[in-house]
């Protein structure tokens, strides 16, 4: 089956611009995960949806970060009137309900703020 | 909350000889224990991970680790790498639950292997 699918794979902006960033889970897998891979940071928590519950946010770096999950399925992070330190790779991950929480990770968005 | 320690960022090795990426971790509770590679350019690929049981774990690609509790740490061992195992490797704790609880990863350890 698939695995976890983003995209744009690369993205490009100009500072001050909004970006939206998209995640497709594993079919079946209830739980997604947004992290922020930087080089100055390494790998970094964002935000975790768990079905119908409410979203821990409490990775967000600003409320200039958000993220919503549609239908219990796909996810999308917004990202508001970006900031060069916002430059680095946003990995989805997404795991089953059921069970041990095992991570599949997405490839990742690359995103540039120029 | 729990963290790691990865004690090497660079590693670098000739092709067939063995090699070790050490890992340590912190914690109140108990954990579960992960190890990821991620090749240039792509996602992350789950290696092992040590959930409880034996503390000895096998994984993808020949590669093994060893859960050692008195000295909280989690190194990765291969007895003979090739030029493929060059990457990045992350090593990762999460508590030890059924619940979804975000991984907290260690800063990673390059691997180069060199002919």
């Known amino acids: 089956g698939a695995g976890v699918s983003q995209s744009p794979s690369n993205k490009v902006t100009e500072k001050g611009k909004d970006v939206e960033l998209r995640c497709d889970p594993i079919?079946?897998?209830?739980?997604l995960y947004w992290y922020r891979q930087s080089l100055g940071q390494g790998l970094e928590f964002l935000i975790y949806?768990?079905?119908?519950?409410?979203?821990?946010k409490s990775g967000l770096p600003s409320d200039r970060f958000s993220a919503e999950r549609t239908g219990g399925s796909v996810s999308t992070l917004t990202i508001q009137r970006t900031q060069q330190e916002d430059s680095a790779v946003y990995l989805c991950?997404?795991?089953?309900?059921?069970?041990?929480?095992?991570?599949?990770f997405g490839a990742g968005t690359r995103l540039s703020v120029l | 909350a729990q963290s790691v320690t990865q004690l090497d960022s660079q590693v670098p090795v000739f092709e067939e000889a063995p090699v070790e990426l050490r890992c340590n971790y912190s914690?109140?509770?108990?954990?579960?224990l992960f190890w990821y590679v991620q090749y240039p350019n792509q996602g992350l690929q789950l290696l092992l991970k040590?959930?409880?049981?034996?503390?000895l774990v096998k994984g993808i690609n020949g590669f093994e680790a060893e859960f050692n509790k008195s000295q909280t740490s989690f190194h990765l061992r291969k007895p003979s790498v090739h030029i493929s195992d060059t990457a990045e490797y992350f090593c990762?704790?999460?508590?030890?639950?059924?619940?979804?609880?975000?991984?907290?990863f260690g800063k990673g350890t390059s691997l180069l292997v060199t002919p």
């Open positions: 949806f768990q079905g119908n519950s409410a979203p821990d």
């Open positions: 914690s109140s509770v108990s954990v579960y």
């Open positions: 040590y959930l409880s049981g034996s503390t």
């Open positions: 991950a997404s795991s089953p309900k059921e069970g041990v929480n095992i991570q599949y």
């Open positions: 990762a704790v999460t508590p030890n639950s059924n619940s979804g609880y975000a991984l907290n």
């Open positions: 079919s079946g897998h209830t739980a």
